[in-house]
T-cell receptor
Framework: AQSVTQPDIHITVSEGASLELRCNYSYGATPYLFWYVQSPGQGLQLLLKYFSGDTLVQGIKGFEAEFKRSQSSFNLRKPSVHWSDAAEYFCAVVNTNAGKSTFGDGTTLTVKP | DTGVSQDPRHKITKRGQNVTFRCDPISEHNRLYWYRQTLGQGPEFLTYFQNEAQLEKSRLLSDRFSAERPKGSFSTLEIQRTEQGDSAMYLC????????????FGPGTRLTVL
């Protein structure tokens, strides 16, 4: 069965500091991985996705993520956080047969001024 | 705006009542998914459609829940005899046609059962 673990429930960083959000997955085949962001009262917005190829993927809003098969990880990074990045972030793995996504429980990001 | 839309955005109901939610996917998208999200958790898969065919249902979807997509366009999710445990955000997503196509999410319907 597929699963996603986001070890950090809550992270606080100062504006301008770098950010890394962790994601570990379990999936029997080559994973299709996604990062989404959810602001209060909003739906999920896709930040980036990994299917194959280059293991470092670029997304919107200056985010990037690196796929590491040996560590079953897909960590999200941003070199300099902005106050508007405060939100909840979800990592997900997609079942390539059915398309249903399995999400982690999310990491809430707080940005200090 | 041609994104995924959901109606209503909020629903408050009393325990035991029936509720129905609607999802309108992006127009050319053949796949439609329903997820449920409770506080502090990530979305959990409920069911999905390929055109009008419902192809998979989660064990989370008890017999009080039913979903339809009669003409392969919009979808409805009905909950009969609501319970307080049904209180959650119900999210709809759509994608083009393949299992790995990007899913685009709607804003969700927040259900509160009193």
């Amino acid at each position: 069965a597929q699963s996603v673990t986001q070890p950090d429930i809550h992270i606080t960083v100062s504006e301008g500091a770098s950010l890394e959000l962790r994601c570990n997955y379990s999936y029997g085949a080559t994973p299709y991985l996604f990062w989404y962001v959810q602001s209060p009262g909003q739906g999920l917005q896709l930040l980036l996705k990994y299917f194959s190829g280059d293991t470092l993927v670029q997304g919107i809003k200056g985010f990037e993520a690196e796929f590491k098969r040996s560590q079953s990880s897909f960590n999200l990074r941003k070199p300099s956080v902005h106050w508007s990045d405060a939100a909840e972030y979800f990592c997900a793995v997609v079942n390539t047969n059915a398309g249903k996504s399995t999400f982690g429980d999310g990491t809430t990001l707080t940005v200090k001024p | 705006d041609t994104g995924v839309s959901q109606d209503p955005r909020h629903k408050i109901t009393k325990r035991g009542q029936n509720v129905t939610f609607r999802c309108d996917p992006i127009s050319e998208h053949n796949r439609l998914y329903w997820y449920r999200q409770t506080l502090g958790q990530g979305p959990e898969f409920l069911t999905y459609f390929q055109n009008e065919a419902q192809l998979e249902k989660s064990r989370l979807l008890s017999d009080r829940f039913s979903a339809e997509r009669p003409k392969g366009s919009f979808s409805t999710l009905e909950i009969q005899r609501t319970e307080q445990g049904d209180s959650a955000m119900y999210l709809c997503a759509s994608s083009l046609s393949g299992a790995t196509d990007t899913q685009y999410f709607g804003p969700g319907t927040r259900l509160t059962v009193l």
